[in-house]
Every structure is written in C-alpha cells, then in structure tokens.
C-alpha cells in the first residue's frame, strides 16, 4: 500500500492528534517525506474549541507549533481522503468504524501501527503540564516505530 495521506484522530482535536500531526510532520521531514501529507481531527471536534495552553507550552518546548490550528471533525469525506487513518484509542476506532463503514482497513490504534499493540494513548486534558509532556514522549515514542513503517511502505512503492 503506497501511504501519501496520514490523518490522526482523537476527540476534540486539540490534544493528542495535534500532538501526532506535529511530530510526525517534523520527523517526516527530517526523514525525507516531502510528498506525505498529514492531518489531524477530532471524532467530537468543533471549529470554536481552542488548544490549551499546556500543551501550546509542550508544543513550543518540543521546537514545534500550533499556531493556525483550528481543530477539525472527522467526516466521511475526509477519511475518503486519506491511505491511513491513526487513532488515539480504541474507542476513536470503534467510532469511526460505526459511523462510517467502509474505512475499517484504514483504522488504526497508533501504538498497533506502531508494533506495540493495542494501548491507547493518555488523554492529558485538564491534568497538568506534566501529563501533556508524559503524553508527547508517548506519541514520540510510537511515532519513531511509526515513521520506519510508513518509510518501509513509502519505499516499497
């Protein structure tokens, strides 16, 4: 399977997923990925949420940013969009997977594509600074075992 879109999914879209987008943005980068496009969304997403400042804070001290990001909720046409759909937790996939059928091959836990089976991912929201950056090294952590899987698949085509 050639991989040109990867979208990141957990709930509101302000958290977690952003988190994965900018990581994975910057390790492609650095890995070479100039034709892989990432996104992010949120399964409860809503145009008004905002990005907390813990993890702008986190963010920022990872050399990255959020400046711009309005989060996004999933649809049907925009998983349509894209190769690979990552997911924060097993509740996100079974959510995606009953609301919009059709996608299930595409579904992803991060830690599973990861190859450290199905965990999800700590949801910081609302318990300190210290938990966002317990959270970044998590999604880190997985995100460098996701990058050589999306580089063996990007290779292979």
Known sequence: MEIKKIIFV?????????????????????A??????SDS????????YRIFGDLKEVIEENGLSVHGHIPEMISRESLGEFDLIIVMTEFHRRDINERFPGYEDKVFLLSEYAGEGQKDVTDPIGRGIEVYRQ????????????????KDEFEKD
Request: charged share 25%.
């Open 10 to 30: 957990c709930t509101g879209n302000t958290c977690r997923s952003v988190m994965a987008e900018k990581i994975f943005d910057s390790m492609a980068k650095s």
């Open 32 to 37: 070479g990925f100039g034709d892989i496009v």
């Open 41 to 48: 969304a949120g399964t409860a997403a809503m145009s008004h």
């Open 135 to 150: 959270t970044f090294k998590e999604i880190e952590e997985y995100m460098n075992k996701l990058i050589e899987e999306v």
